[in-house]
């Protein structure tokens, strides 16, 4: 019995690959769907929403921002670019179970928009590029705490694919992204992985 895994990798009763993939597609389908069903009411309201749910650093009444910039882009171009591994990403980790996912995604929105709030600009900050950053760092990272040969394969081919995008933390490659989103981003996809890495002995049971 391979032991690298994490308990929420390992499939439950009736759990099969085949459905897990299709619970997949649809949980991360959705999720995106719903961004496009904001954008297009947002772009109705001329973006106005951006000004209101937009993240404000250093205001505490922009506290509560966090929990809504993600969720609003600034134009559809924005969130197209955003999709495609918003996507690819998403559905990765989700390959590994329901609970894996929605922590790694809330690691990676909470340290994107605690990381804008702190140090970011003086500007609105929107996008969900801050959890397209963290799920890749999850895969990345998680594959060598897993100490799994097959997680460490998915990490390299995906830095061979995808990983020019992590220029984006660097503060001097671009200045109309948020470079403090992305960084905030990958940091919460890293504790996700290191913090179910840090569970998974206990929580296994010995193989009979």
Do not use: D, E, K, Q
């Given at each position: 019995m391979d032991m690298n895994v994490y308990r929420a990798d390992r499939p439950g009763a009736g759990d099969s690959p085949a459905r897990r993939a299709r619970r997949g597609l649809l949980v991360v389908g959705s999720f995106v769907a719903?961004?496009?069903g904001i954008e297009l009411v947002?772009?109705?309201?001329l973006h106005s929403l951006n000004g209101i749910f937009g993240l404000r650093p250093r205001r505490l009444d922009g506290i509560l921002d966090?929990?809504?910039?993600?969720?609003?882009?600034?134009?559809?171009?924005?969130?197209?670019?955003?999709?495609l591994p918003l996507m690819i990403f998403g559905f990765l980790v989700f390959l590994s179970g329901?609970?894996?996912?929605?922590?790694?995604?809330a690691a990676s929105w909470l340290g994107s928009g605690v990381l804008v709030w702190l140090i970011g600009g003086f500007k609105v900050?929107?996008?969900a590029s801050g959890l397209v950053f963290g799920l890749f760092a999850f895969l990345l990272v998680r594959g060598f705490v897993n100490r799994s040969w097959w997680q460490i394969l998915l990490s390299v081919l995906l830095f061979m694919?995808?990983?020019?995008i992590l220029f984006g933390v660097l503060p001097t490659v671009a200045s109309y992204v948020s470079w403090q989103a992305h960084l905030g981003g990958a940091a919460g996809g890293v504790l996700a992985a290191l913090f179910l890495g840090r569970r998974r002995p206990a929580a296994l049971r010995a193989p009979r």
């Open positions: 719903l961004l496009y947002n772009t109705l309201l966090i929990l809504t910039f993600p969720l609003l882009h600034a134009n559809l171009a924005h969130l197209i670019s955003n999709t329901l609970r894996v996912f929605l922590t790694a995604l900050t929107v996008g694919a995808y990983g020019s």
